[in-house]
């Protein structure tokens, strides 16, 4: 039967605004908005979701359009979030800690596998992993989300262990485990400066075709300088201008503190790199390769380190 709605129940925008849309179920939030939508979505691939079992059950005491209406504790803006993360549309940004925690923590409480799996890799294509990783690691490992932890570890990599501040939320979590994201940052940076950068580039056999940067005699290929910096590279030996060893150097001393591939790829270490090589070969091939040659030559350094900093353990518990 139809129940009577309070004057202050609000409907959602949509596409949760419309009772004809092939919908069966209102969920009402606790800030009383009304979201219509298709129940089956919000249990698909969990068979533990608590919206299967509640509406098993026909547990609800309240109607609207001729729908169940089923109460939930989390606001409308949080449910907004979870739905989109239900239905087969583009996934919905996570903006803030905040978001991530209301959001992951409700997608937990009612056992929402798939959607929590989107939430994940919704997180990880977010800026907020790369701007606060600290933070999403500490939720991760409160909630259990390894795979989510797991990069946000990788992320805090590119940022110095001096300019850590403390901050409420490490609360959520112990000394062992914030010791351990500390320990594993030091482990990585020790791991990376092992890399040999210097005379002999083993890490680069088998990667070396098609890097025009390199030279298998003394004289550069494309403006016939006479080159003096030798690599050795499996069991050849190969000619660069002076610029290839500088970014090298480059590259090691910005990874000192911050052990992250990516920082391989930046654009100004990349920019002065190309510079340089342009200024040091002046070949008129040059000007229009120098651009792809670096970045797949950096793009190899960045794989290496990725490679060192992968075989480093973050010895975490992430049962919950």
């Not at 504790?73 to 739905?83: A, S, W, Y």
């Not at 940022?159 to 482990?187: C, G, M, N, W």
């Not at 651009?291 to 060192?308: K, N, S």
Request: with cysteine; proline share 5%; net charge neutral.
């Amino acid at each position: 039967m139809e129940t009577a709605q309070p004057c202050n129940i609000l409907t959602a925008d949509a596409p949760f605004n419309d009772p004809t849309d092939s919908v069966d179920l209102v969920i009402r939030t606790a800030d009383n908005i009304d979201f219509f939508v298709l129940s089956g979505l919000l249990s698909l691939k969990s068979p533990s979701s608590f919206f299967r079992h509640v509406l098993l059950a026909n547990q609800h005491t309240e109607e609207r359009e001729g729908l169940p209406v089923l109460e939930v504790k989390e606001d409308g803006d949080t449910f907004r979030i979870i739905l989109l993360l239900c239905y087969p549309y583009t996934s919905p940004e996570i903006k803030s800690i905040k978001q991530l925690a209301e959001v992951g923590t409700a997608l937990k409480k009612y056992c929402m596998d798939n959607a929590l799996e989107r939430f994940v890799q919704t997180v990880l294509a977010s800026s907020l992993i790369r701007e606060q990783p600290v933070l999403v690691f500490v939720h991760a490992v409160a909630n259990g989300w390894k795979i989510l932890g797991e990069a946000a570890a990788r992320h805090k990599l590119a940022i110095p262990l001096v300019t850590e501040a403390p901050f409420k939320d490490l609360k959520r979590i112990d000394a062992f485990q914030y010791t351990s994201l500390r320990y594993y940052h030091i482990l990585c940076n020790i791991a990376v400066q092992g890399m040999p950068v210097a005379s002999s580039l083993p890490w680069l056999k088998g990667r070396e075709s098609g890097l025009l940067v390199l030279h298998p005699g003394v004289t550069c290929q494309l403006c016939g300088y006479r080159l003096f910096q030798t690599w050795r590279i499996g069991e050849q030996n190969f000619t660069t201008h002076s610029w290839f060893g500088e970014y090298l150097a480059a590259v090691k001393g910005d990874l000192s503190g911050r052990p992250f591939p990516e920082l391989a790829l930046g654009k100004n270490i990349i920019a002065r790199a190309a510079a340089k090589s342009i200024s040091e070969c002046n070949s008129t091939q040059w000007p229009y390769l120098v651009g792809d040659q670096i970045f797949a030559f950096a793009t190899l350094v960045a794989g290496e380190i990725e490679r060192l900093i992968a075989q480093v353990p973050l010895n975490i518990d992430w049962t919950k």
